[in-house]
């Protein structure tokens, strides 16, 4: 072949393109958590400014002149996209100074949303316009027609394996510089092999250059970041671990902990985790053998072997950096301490031990992912694990003298949720309120004095857990002032797994501090009439049947559902697995992999289509797929709610997750293909139409990622989400059936 660059060359190059975005979204959205704070608002927040810019990027082909050398300005943009990586990370590390907020200081949504807007812009536009930028090279190189499902099924192929490799292979090694670094790497090779002109000869001296950069600068970067992030703070260590980043601070007479930018724990913290500890074990008669669920690394384990009857303490602490980090400075060598490795909903389905003392040590519900600790089912695993006399401690962060209605509405829910299920409970007030719960009632207490006795019985060594300050901490008049402004809750709501209203409460206390307009809007939306809403959308409905009159915008408009539907998708079956299986983070990158999968084989599939005039009535077929798809899971939703999971069944259950992460990405990456060969069809303008295409599929995602992560899924549950998504897809095909004979009959 007489050019040096030939479809198969830019085969490598759109790899890259899609390798890139995935690969830099996982890094720099966990940048983004590190800075700000990382419940599900935030993630879905900050990932739809993502795929909005993004998405407006591609869109930006309809409104600029064609470029008359598209190969050297996707070369051009390679090298501007390998220097704009940096660039955002030290952009990141610097956000929280231009807002005058310390290190580990908590921030609020609108800020965030500012920040995510101004320094997300550059990446997310360039990137995104190398879609369409891309089809209209492949097109051009090829002679059988526009190339927008090639490009598409090239970049979700690129997009799986650069995120398997980001999120089971480099997350777990390497620092989140030398991450990033990496992928400026790759498209510094990619832009040389094009600026340069020498094809393929240019990868491997190119590719070394790249190999040299990374692994001279990389540590280099990360260091120059966290120096920036955190100012004079002596950061003794920063681990990019697969829950979160964890910053290690180390003052003369205390070490803390941050994981994702807040402060997680201190070592030493006495007051901490003795009220941890000794509240929940004051509470058994002679507590031999307990499980920690969180914080054994804080001084927990420790604390809990001064009770002279302890025997044995499990420690759940599925974080191995933690464990790494802590070993230096929390001595865990006694025998009778036992390290599990493993998520704690995970271990308490599994395990056949039975417990005097389960004391769950985790921050409030602030995540659906931690919202899994504080649910009917979690509490009903718990109890099923305590010996008979057993008892069961977690506590929540509250105020000392002053309870709103919000903090009410959320310490009623959790209190609620643990009456379903344990019999007997107590509240001890404070700053952190503890909820202690039993079969057995004949040990509970909030008595200052039978709690002061059997803490000289057990001869304990305590700072704070002392007569004096529990004749204060326990007075009847705090223990009643707790109890009846949660009283004042008539009807609590019951956290269930799928229906996560904890999450919602927490996150309206935390927009109480932050942005009370959003917390009416939460509340608004939480008490409003159904009628309002139904009326809302029927007028939505009819102005979309008034508008949506041809094929061409029916079609549009079911790529935007479908990527509404797709993210949102899997962010539930995500969710879910965790809810059962525990947070298993391998498993959960394989569904991510899973769905790209299905992406890239439906892409595929749908390219080798040779007659146009099955498009569309394969088209409305896949939509009708991804409207039942959501009643499939309903189904499967409700099995393995009603029917818990047996070990032997494990396996099969975990397939059944993968098998519909694959399913979900199939009919998406059908669907685009599909789309893009119809329209394409009869349009000149091919770099237009990708860019459209992938425009409003990527803004569908956006208005996904925000919607389901924090309305839907807090205000609704996942079943009624995934009600509402299937009904969203009827309306999408109703208006392809519609659309489809109106342009028949013309």
Known sequence: MSRIHNKYFWVGSILIIGATSISAQVQFIREFMNIFYGNELAMGAVLAVWL????????????????????????????????????????????????????????????????????????????????????RILTHEKSTGPSAGRVYLLEAIGAGLGGLVVSLLLIRSVSAGTILLSISAFNLTSALSILLRKGWKTWLPAGLLSLIIVLVFGSRLNEFGDRILWKSQPVKNSVNSVYGILTLIVHPDQVSVFQNGLHYFSVPDQKTVESAVHYGLLQHASPRNILLIGGGFSGSALEALKHPSIERVDVIEPNRSIIQLMQPYVQMDDPRIQIISTDGRAYLSQTQTKYDAILLNLPNPYTAQLNRFYTKEFFAQVREKLNPEGIFSLQLSASENAIGPEMAQFLASIWATLRTTFPHTILIPG????????????????????????????????????????????????????????????????????????????????????????????????????????????????????????????????????????????????????????????????????????????????????????????????????????????????????????????????????????????????????????????????????????????????????????????????????????????????????????????
């Not at 990027?57 to 598209?70: A, D, E, H, M, R």
């Not at 879910?576 to 525990?582: D, E, K, N």
């Not at 040779?610 to 309903?634: C, H, N, R, T, W």
């Open 52 to 135: 909005i810019w993004t998405g407006l990027g591609s869109l930006l082909s309809n409104v600029l002149p064609q470029i008359k050398k598209p190969g050297r300005f996707l070369g051009l943009a390679q090298l501007g996209i390998a220097g704009i990586i940096p660039f955002t990370f030290i952009l990141i590390r610097s956000a929280r100074h231009w807002l005058g907020a310390s290190p580990g200081e908590m921030l609020g949504l609108l800020p965030m949303l500012l920040s995510a807007l101004l320094i997300f812009a550059p990446f997310c536009l360039l990137n995104g316009y190398l879609f369409p930028l891309a089809t």
């Open 431 to 746: 700053e952190t309120v503890h909820i202690i719960a039993s079969l057995d009632s004949s040990w509970l207490t909030t008595s200052p004095d039978v709690l002061s006795r059997r803490i000289k019985e057990r001869k304990l060594e305590t700072r704070y857990i002392q007569p004096y300050y529990l004749a204060y901490d326990l007075s009847q008049d705090r223990v009643n002032f707790l109890k009846e402004r949660i009283e004042t809750v008539k009807k609590p709501e019951i956290n269930r797994d799928l229906k996560p209203v904890g999450f919602y409460f927490d996150t309206i206390l935390w927009a109480t501090y932050f942005s009370n307009p959003m917390k009416q809007v939460y509340i608004k939306l939480h008490t409003a009439n159904p009628v309002w809403f139904f009326m809302c959308v029927g007028c939505c409905i009819t102005i979309l049947f008034y508008w949506i009159r041809t094929r061409h915008r029916a079609i549009s408009f079911s790529i935007l559902t479908v990527g509404f539907s797709e993210i949102s998708l899997e962010f539930i079956l995500i969710l879910m697995f965790q809810i059962h299986f525990g947070h298993v983070y391998p498993q959960l990158a394989w569904i991510v992999a899973f769905y790209m999968g299905g992406l890239s084989l439906g892409a595929w599939m749908k390219q080798k289509l040779k007659s146009e005039e099955d498009a569309y009535p394969l088209f409305i077929k896949l939509q009708l797929g991804m409207l039942l798809f959501p009643v499939l899971l309903i189904g499967f939703f409700m099995w393995i709610a009603i029917w818990p999971i047996l070990p032997a069944l494990k396996t099969l259950a975990t397939l059944l997750f993968l098998t519909a992460a694959f399913g979900a990405g199939w009919i998406g990456g059908a669907q685009f293909v599909l789309a893009a060969r119809f329209q394409t069809s009869t349009d000149k303008y091919a770099e237009k139409v990708a860019g459209s295409l992938y425009g409003l599929d990527l803004l569908g995602s956006a208005a996904g990622a925000l919607i389901t992560s924090a309305i839907l899924v807090p205000l609704a549950g996942i079943i009624e989400s995934l009600i509402c998504l299937s009904a969203l897809n009827i309306i999408s095909l109703l208006l392809l059936i519609v659309t489809g004979k109106h342009d028949s009959t013309n």
